[in-house]
């Protein structure tokens, strides 16, 4: 018998209408629109806006486009997975939630692993389909990082936006997640962090202090992030045995425009062959993958050798080899 595969079938994505351009944040915090585009790539992210309305906004309108792109029900469903930081809230998952409104009584859960999320999920996603027992797998990416920035911070706040993507993983024999090389090193839990949670339980002087919203150590993330992305990113090919003209696509994470530079670097691969949407949604921690892979959703041919990268606070890291499954019409 052939092995099963996880095979992406379909992808789907969904933006906030509200735009945060550079010139926006000009006259909000000291910064220019140089200043960012030459160290970030970044000309502009989306922003939700609204009462009430969280991740699973974004969430729920990716998996509905998905489904409708697929003349699929909720009920069809086997498993979702949703790779967020940014939860509605806590004790329920805002993958129930996104169950809930797709009518879906599935197994659903979320997983925290902050830009590498999507990547962790989809190798979770696998494996379950790996079983035998999940025939129907919707992973979805979503962050409304725009609810922990603290926009008078401009180191921070110029480089997240808000957004979901989604894929729908069904068993195939000869294409889908073909390897995975996935680290973790809770060292950088003092780098890059939301202090929200048991450890940090709400508090007057919490609040005063600002500690609830998001912090980054920028040059030491920075670091890591190109050493450790990269070395991902050429692991896998080495385990592969695939050189750069066997790779059709690399899919990075979108958190700055150097990193991914350096991550092709180290993978021989040439500029044509980088996919890169960071200008127009900056860094969207778990759904920057799903959203390249929306945009350049027509790029893809049957058979593709897909190289999916990324690094996230925690520290987390990793790199995929996918095979692309369809022809896009």
């Not at 998952?93 to 009518?103: H, L, P, R």
């Not at 990547?119 to 996603?125: G, Q, S, T, V």
């Not at 024999?173 to 890059?192: N, R």
Request: with cysteine; charged share 20%.
């Amino acid at each position: 018998m052939s092995p099963i595969n996880a095979a992406i079938t379909a992808v789907a994505g969904w933006v906030p209408e509200d735009k945060l351009t550079n010139h926006d944040l000009e006259q909000m915090v000291e910064t220019s629109d140089e200043w960012i585009t030459s160290r970030t790539g970044i000309k502009e992210r989306r922003i939700l806006k609204g009462d009430n309305k969280g991740t699973s906004t974004l969430a729920i309108n990716a998996v509905q486009a998905l489904l409708e792109k697929t003349n699929s029900k909720g009920e069809e469903i086997d498993l979702l997975i949703c790779a967020t930081s940014t939860p509605d809230m806590g004790f329920i998952s805002t993958a129930n939630i996104v169950c809930d409104a797709i009518q879906s009584n599935a197994m659903s859960f979320d997983i925290s692993a902050a830009c590498s999320g999507f990547i962790y999920a989809l190798e979770m996603a696998s494996n379950f389909i790996k079983s035998g027992n999940y025939k129907k797998v919707v992973v979805v990416g979503a962050d409304k990082m725009s609810s922990v920035m603290d926009y008078t911070d401009r180191n921070t706040c110029i480089l997240f936006g808000d957004g979901a993507g989604a894929v729908l993983l069904e068993p195939s024999e000869e294409y889908g997640l073909m390897d995975a090389v996935l680290h973790s090193d809770g060292s950088g839990k003092d780098l890059l962090n939301v202090k929200r949670g048991s450890a940090y339980p709400l508090s007057l002087q919490h609040l005063a202090e600002n500690e609830h919203f998001f912090y980054q150590d920028g040059k030491s993330v920075f670091k890591h992030a190109v050493t450790n992305m990269a070395s991902a990113a050429a692991s896998i090919l080495e385990r592969n045995q695939l050189s750069a003209k066997d790779v059709a696509y690399l899919i990075p994470h979108q958190a700055n425009l150097r990193i991914i530079d350096a991550t092709a670097k180290r993978m021989k691969l040439e500029k044509e062959k980088v996919c890169i949407n960071i200008e127009k949604y900056g860094n969207t921690t778990g759904a920057t993958i799903p959203l390249v892979l929306w945009d350049f959703e027509k790029k893809f041919k049957k058979g593709d050798n897909l190289v999916l990268a990324a690094f996230g606070g925690g520290f987390t890291w990793g790199s995929l080899y996918i095979k692309w499954a369809y022809d896009s019409k």
